[in-house]
């Protein structure tokens, strides 16, 4: 399902480390780092970067079902960990992976308990998440629910235990480590919570340290950034006051004008909405975002992710970092798919480095 209306903003906020331990993989849930979770019948599939050929690591999931789709959507972002690459649209990776809501619930088990942060880029999700009560209702009642994470692929066998299955299981523990090898490395993961940016200015009951850290802002660069606001004109398209900022950057002043309330985001979500660009795109950008390569179709902005994102970006025991001002991701306007599809399709990554990256830290 689609999010509650084009003028409607999603926000997403870390809430929380992911134990992999505590909770079953699910392709359901939006998260940051770990490993890429795929539905039933994909391979988990590693893109490589376009610039320099190394494995991508996997940076953001996000479950985001179309309004009126019998389909489960989920969306894969990755990126290149090279010093050279992460700042590059190259260097970064889209997956787009569905399956049939039917596929998945005749094969699912009772769901467990998972973060509040288990949430959905839709409208009729009760808020992104199911009422706890009611999904005990339904489950009790023998219903399926079509939002619960499929955790078929977790199952444990509990039969008994025979001395030939034991060496059965230490085998295949050992082709499982053999495998992991493989992997590329992957960053820490947490949990993304959901809200309306609509709700940040009604829960926010103290916007002093906002305002001070906009004040602070203006007196830096020597402008108001109120004067910065976009107007409509007759083709709506928004244009922007002649004035300038000390480093030349109108659109990045605007930006941080519409993240002051809350610069703790870290991802932004409005399919079919109007990007939040950080510094002047490019004046043929409906050139630059390519046709779906699955179908030919068209693209529309779906998500976007944000700088305090990459604070979070760090490697389980590794040292990999990433740097971006935002990752603009377009995926196809029709969403194609068919039922019999092997593969996740790649869509359209756009990346924009931050002109004032200290700001930030």
């Avoid at 997403?12 to 134990?19: A, I, Q």
């Avoid at 994909?42 to 953001?60: D, T, W």
């Amino acid at each position: 399902m689609a999010s509650p209306g084009l003028d409607v903003v999603l926000v997403g906020f870390c809430d929380g480390e992911l134990d992999s331990k505590r909770h079953k993989p699910t392709f359901m849930i939006n998260k940051v780092g770990g490993l890429p979770d795929v539905p039933p019948h994909l391979p988990r599939h590693f893109p490589s970067c376009s610039r320099c050929g190394s494995a991508l690591v996997h940076v953001v999931q996000v479950y985001c079902p179309l309004e009126g789709s019998p389909y489960h959507r989920t969306l894969h972002v990755f990126a290149c960990p090279g010093d050279d690459c992460s700042g590059r649209s190259e260097c970064w990776k889209v997956l787009r992976s569905q399956c049939l809501e039917a596929d998945t619930a005749r094969c699912r088990t009772p769901p467990q308990e998972l973060s509040m942060s288990a949430t959905d880029w839709c409208a009729s999700a009760d808020d992104w998440g199911m009422d706890e009560e009611q999904e005990q209702e339904d489950q009790s009642e023998g219903n399926v629910n079509e939002r619960a994470p499929n955790e078929a692929l977790n199952v444990i066998n509990a039969e008994v235990v025979t001395s030939d299955d034991m060496e059965m299981s230490s085998r295949l523990e050992e082709l499982k480590l053999e495998s992991s090898e493989d992997e590329p490395p992957c960053f820490r993961s947490y949990f993304i919570s959901v809200m309306e940016e609509t709700d940040l200015f009604e829960e926010d009951q103290d916007m002093t340290h906002a305002q001070d850290l906009l004040k602070d802002y203006e007196k830096r660069e020597g402008i108001l950034v109120g004067e910065l606001d976009c107007g409509e004109d007759g083709s709506g398209e928004e244009k922007y006051e002649k004035t300038k900022v000390r480093h030349g950057d109108a659109v990045f002043a605007r930006f941080m004008k519409k993240i002051s309330v809350c610069s703790e985001q870290i991802l932004r979500y409005c399919r079919s909405g109007k990007p939040l660009f950080i510094s002047e795109p490019p004046a043929n950008m409906s050139q630059v975002v390519s046709a779906c390569a699955s179908c030919g179709g068209p693209r529309t902005f779906e998500l976007q992710l944000m700088p305090a994102l990459v604070s979070l970006l760090q490697g389980e025991g590794l040292e990999m970092q990433i740097e971006f001002g935002t990752v603009l991701v377009y995926t196809c306007l029709s969403s194609c798919w068919m039922s019999d599809t092997k593969k996740a399709v790649e869509e359209f990554c756009f990346v924009q480095s931050d002109p004032d990256q200290q700001l930030f830290k």
